[in-house]
């Protein structure tokens, strides 16, 4: 049986199809593939990374991996079946972590002070890995930077502002969202009266309003 353990906002979740329903949370394959599905919808119409999802997606690859594995003791007509399932699985994991890297590289310096300044406590939007890419990469253009422009220019102008040369996300971009559950007494816009929020309601708004919401996993995007 396909099981891991990640620490989510300081809480041991276990993804299986069986355990203990006081400590852990139970999800079957099928689960935690709509769950993957959901997060790539909204990695891809979110303006910023949202929170690592790598445990979710290592886990499906394994499943894959242990699923292509058995393939000699299936019949053809099964093979088939699931090879077209692995690939399905498989584009969305390499789309979600394309659509991840995109982010890192645009907003590389402001991804990296935001994981900085977290605390202990705080969900963090790179995984390990990123935080590697994301360091490389910035370290690597920055050197290009030097060696191809800057070095070759008066001294005055050899030191970059790294406020001024910060790519900031837009988070004040419209988006959609689609209710998950009832939410009450949300400040979607600071001018108006909080509103209440039904299930399967689609609304627009702000992404920085509603971003809690998002990754509280009340709401998703469309």
Same mark, same amino acid.
């Given at each position: 049986?396909?099981? +891991?353990? #990640? ?5 041991? &979740? ?9 400590? +852990?949370?139970? @999800? ?19 303006? +910023? @990374? ?6 979710? &997606? ?25 090879? @077209? ?24 310096? +402001? ?19 990123? %935080?590697?890419?994301? #360091? ?20 005055? %102008? ?17 988006? %959609? %969202? ?34 809690? @919401? ?9």
């Amino acid at each position: 049986k396909q099981r +891991y353990q #990640r620490r989510v906002r300081g809480m041991d &979740v276990s993804l299986d199809d069986i355990g203990n329903e006081d400590e +852990y949370e139970q @999800l079957t394959a099928a689960q935690v593939l709509e769950r993957l599905e959901e997060y790539w919808v909204n990695e891809r119409l979110s303006p +910023y @990374l949202l929170e690592t999802q790598q445990e979710v &997606v290592d886990c499906l690859l394994e499943q894959c991996q242990t699923v292509e594995e058995n393939f000699p003791q299936a019949s053809a007509f099964a093979v088939g079946i699931h090879q @077209l399932e692995i690939q399905r699985i498989k584009y969305m994991v390499t789309d979600y972590v394309r659509t991840r890297l995109k982010k890192i590289e645009k907003h590389t310096e +402001y991804a990296l002070e935001e994981e900085l300044v977290k605390d202990d406590q705080s969900v963090p939007h790179l995984s390990p890995a990123e %935080f590697v890419y994301a #360091r490389e990469f910035h370290r690597n253009t920055q050197n290009h930077l030097s060696e191809m422009a800057l070095k070759h220019m008066p001294s005055a %102008f050899q030191n970059l502002d790294k406020q001024k040369s910060m790519t900031v996300p837009n988070l004040n971009t419209f988006i %959609f %969202f689609k209710v998950k559950e009832d939410v009450n007494d949300v400040q979607i816009d600071p001018r108006e009266t909080p509103v209440d929020l039904s299930k399967d309601e689609i609304h627009i708004s702000k992404y920085l309003p509603i971003a809690p @919401l998002l990754e509280q996993s009340k709401i998703k995007l469309v």
